[in-house]
């Protein structure tokens, strides 16, 4: 039996070799990357069943490590893998724009970040910040909440900002839930933050909130 996937791995590994993932059905693509750290271990049924405890491929990747590990046969090195290779992705992609990046409008910053927040349960909130000819200088999450809210403090802001140097600011967050309705909370707190940041001289250009699949700009609906 051990032989049989043995080859059977084998089999996967010359297929991405020769062809990438195309073709490949989502709980192979999750297969083989298990495959290299479970490597005496059948791993094609507990793909299957991570990818159906938490919806899809992209789901699996999102999942904190405490949940991966509550799967039977799924270790804490295993977990950790799963987390590292999206947040890999994530990181390279954020680290070729930053460097190249000019933001030049809404759909730049959507661009930018889809794929940061796809699949995320919880909302965010991150800020990009720029110069004064709004190339990007960083972005970092300054808060995390839970599926519907996130906590904004201003100070912190104030102080992100300051540290940066930066000259302006986009302010983007996720709606975990679908809805790209902006809330008056969302309008209340961008108006707060362009009120004191106003006195140092910083813009606020744009709150945007992206959703699964899209997203809105309070600057192009003309709400900030």
């Not at 298990?34 to 793909?47: E, M, V």
Request: charged residues 30%; aromatic residues 8%.
């Amino acid at each position: 039996m051990e032989n049989s996937y043995s080859k059977h791995k084998q089999r996967l590994r010359l297929r991405y070799c020769a062809d990438g993932l195309e073709g490949f059905h989502n709980y192979e693509v999750l297969e083989l990357i298990l495959s290299y750290s479970l490597i005496r271990r059948d791993t094609k049924q507990l793909a299957k069943n991570l990818i159906e405890r938490f919806g899809n491929l992209i789901g699996v990747l999102n999942a904190p490590v405490e949940k991966l590990i509550e799967e039977k046969d799924i270790n804490e090195r295993t977990a950790v893998l799963l987390k590292l290779f999206r947040d890999t992705m994530t990181y390279a992609l954020s680290e070729k724009i930053v460097k190249e990046k000019w933001i030049t409008s809404c759909h730049d910053v959507y661009d930018y970040l889809k794929h940061y927040f796809k699949g995320k349960q919880n909302e965010e909130f991150k800020v990009i910040y720029l110069n004064s000819r709004h190339i990007i200088i960083a972005e970092e999450t300054l808060f995390r909440g839970t599926v519907n809210e996130a906590k904004i403090y201003i100070r912190t802001l104030v102080e992100s900002v300051i540290k940066t140097g930066a000259a302006a600011i986009i302010i983007v967050h996720n709606h975990p839930g679908g809805t790209l309705k902006a809330s008056e909370d969302d309008i209340l707190i961008t108006e707060k933050i362009k009120k004191v940041l106003r006195y140092i001289d910083v813009n606020v250009l744009d709150h945007i909130i992206i959703g699964d699949n899209d997203y809105i700009s309070l600057a192009s609906e003309k709400k900030i």
